[in-house]
């Protein structure tokens, strides 16, 4: 959703056969704290990725400190290296 500007919350296209509602950069901005939660050890590169603050990806692009939760993409990860 980068490109709504005006909006707190907003409809993703249709995925996987439905619509999913999604908090836009305007209503994170202005969020005092963030909590991301990973899931899946296929996440983990996104994971380092966003850890990075990789501008690249929607997430990244999110200002100030972001505290994870994952529970379980970091164990797996750890598990196969």
Same mark, same amino acid.
């Given at each position: 959703?980068?490109?709504?500007?005006? &909006?707190?919350?907003?409809? =993703?296209?249709l995925? &996987? *056969? =439905?619509?999913?509602? #999604? @908090?836009?950069?305007?209503i !994170?901005? &202005?969020?005092?704290?963030?909590?991301?939660?990973?899931? *899946?050890?296929?996440k983990?590169? +996104? @994971?380092? &990725? !966003?850890? $990075?603050?990789?501008? #690249?990806?929607?997430? *990244?692009?999110?200002? *100030?400190?972001?505290?994870?939760? +994952?529970? #379980?993409?970091?164990?797996? /990860?750890?598990? /196969? $290296?």
């Amino acid at each position: 959703m980068v490109e709504v500007k005006y &909006r707190d919350v907003a409809l =993703t296209a249709l995925y &996987r *056969g =439905t619509r999913r509602m #999604t @908090l836009t950069y305007p209503i !994170l901005n &202005r969020s005092r704290r963030i909590l991301w939660v990973v899931t *899946g050890s296929e996440k983990f590169e +996104m @994971l380092v &990725r !966003l850890r $990075n603050k990789d501008a #690249t990806i929607p997430a *990244g692009r999110i200002p *100030g400190t972001i505290p994870f939760c +994952m529970p #379980t993409a970091q164990r797996r /990860h750890n598990e /196969h $290296n």
